[in-house]
C-alpha cells in the first residue's frame, strides 16, 4: 500500500475482511475506504457500482474499528469507568500514548450525499416510570445525488439505580431522500422498547 501510494495516483481501498483491523496508516493516507465484509456471488457488481458511483453507499459500520490492537476488545456500548476519562487528570481512565477513541465508532458511515440533521424535538406522555418518549427530526440531503441515509438513536442513563452503557444504540431508520428532498423521522419509545413508526 504503501509503494502504491508513492506513485501519487488516486487510490480507494476496498477491505474485504471478516473483523476489525486496525488501519490507521490507510486511514491517514488515503482518501477513500470502501468497507465490503464477504459478500456473495455478486460482489464484484455490487462494489463496482459504488466504486464508479452508480449506488451511494448508505452501510454504517455494525463493529468499532480501533486505533491500536491494544483497545481491542473495544465496544460501543461499554459500561462506565469509576474513574471517567479527564485528559487534565493523569489518574483518570485513559491510555497514555493515544486517545481513548476508536478510529471508526459503532455507527459510521458515509456516502457520496450529506445529510442534515434539524428541528429535533423530544415529547413524553406517561407517569415517571411508564413514560413514552416521541422524537422527531427533519432529515434533508444537501447532496447532489440521491441517497439513503440511516438516522440513529442513542441513548444514556446518567441517573440509573443500575449501571448501564455510556452510549446504547435504541433505534434506526433507514431513509431514501432525492437531493434536495428533506423528510421528518420519527421515533416512538415506550417501556423497554423502541421502534421508528414512520415519517413524512
Known sequence: MEELHKT???IAVVLMNGRPLTINWIDQHISSIVETWFLGTQAGNAIAD????AYNPSGKLTVTFPQS???VPIFYNMK???RPRDPNNKYSSKYLDISNEPLYPFGFGLSYSSFAY???AVSKKGSRDQSELT???RLTNR???AGEEVVQLYVRDLVGSVTRPVKELKGFQKSMLASGESKEVILHCAPGTCHFIGGT
Open 118 to 120: 434539524g428541528d429535533v
Open 69 to 71: 490492537v491494544g483497545q
Open 143 to 145: 447532496g447532489d445525488m
Open 80 to 82: 462506565n469507568t469509576g
Open 50 to 53: 459504488v466504486l464508479f458511483g
Open 135 to 137: 422524537v422527531r427530526c
Open 8 to 10: 501519487g495516483k488516486p
